[in-house]
C-alpha cells in the first residue's frame, strides 16, 4: 500500500556524502519538528529527474523557504556517490538542496513507491513525487502517472499547493 496524506512516514535510513565518506541519516531526527519538501525520482542522471525534476527544486527553493520549508529533500535509489556526483551536476549542492541515497530502496519499499521499469534498465526505483512532511506527517502529497513526466511532482506544483 502506498504512503497517503496523514500518513507518519515510517523510520529509515539513508545515506549522504560526507567528509570522510558515505554517512546515515535518520529520516526520523531530520523530519522531527521540520516543514520538509521531499521528492523523489526514478534515478539520478535519467533525462527528466536530470532536465526537469532537479531544476524545478532549485528554481523554486527560495519561495518554498518563505512559505516555511525547513529543507528540501531529494530521494533516489541510487548510491550515495552518484548522488553527490549528481548535486554537482545539477547544481542542486550549491542550491541548497539535499541529496540522499535511498541505496537498498528499503525507504521506497516501505512507502509503497517502488516500480520497475526492465525496458529502462530500471530495476526497484522510485516513482516520481513529491511531497510536504511537517513533523514527519505527510501533509500533502503528489505523485506521477507516469515515471517520464514532471508535472504533479515539480516544484512549482508543491508550492502552489502550500
Known amino acids: 500500500m502506498s504512503i497517503s496524506v496523514g500518513d507518519t512516514l515510517p523510520g529509515a535510513t539513508l545515506l ?3 567528509a570522510e ?5 535518520s529520516l526520523q531526527e531530520r523530519l522531527a519538528g521540520r516543514k520538509v519538501a521531499i521528492f523523489a525520482v526514478p534515478g539520478a542522471f535519467t533525462p527528466t529527474c536530470h532536465s526537469a525534476h532537479v531544476p524545478s527544486f532549485i528554481r523554486t527553493r527560495e519561495a518554498l523557504r518563505e512559505k516555511g520549508v525547513d529543507e528540501i529533500i531529494c530521494v533516489s535509489v541510487n548510491d550515495p556517490f552518484v548522488m553527490e556526483a549528481w548535486a554537482r551536476s545539477t547544481g542542486a549542492d550549491e542550491a541548497g538542496l539535499t541529496m540522499l541515497a535511498d541505496a537498498e530502496g ?9 516500480f520497475d521499469a526492465p525496458p529502462a534498465g530500471l530495476l526497484r526505483r522510485s516513482q516520481r513525487y513529491a511531497m510536504l512532511v511537517d513533523d514527519g506527517k505527510v501533509a500533502i502529497l503528489n505523485k506521477e502517472e507516469s515515471p517520464g513526466t514532471c508535472e504533479m511532482s515539480a516544484g512549482e506544483t508543491l508550492l502552489e499547493a502550500l
Open 16 to 18: 549522504q556524502m560526507g
Open 21 to 25: 565518506g558515505p554517512e546515515p541519516v
Open 106 to 114: 528499503a525507504f521506497t519499499q516501505a512507502i509503497g513507491m517502488a
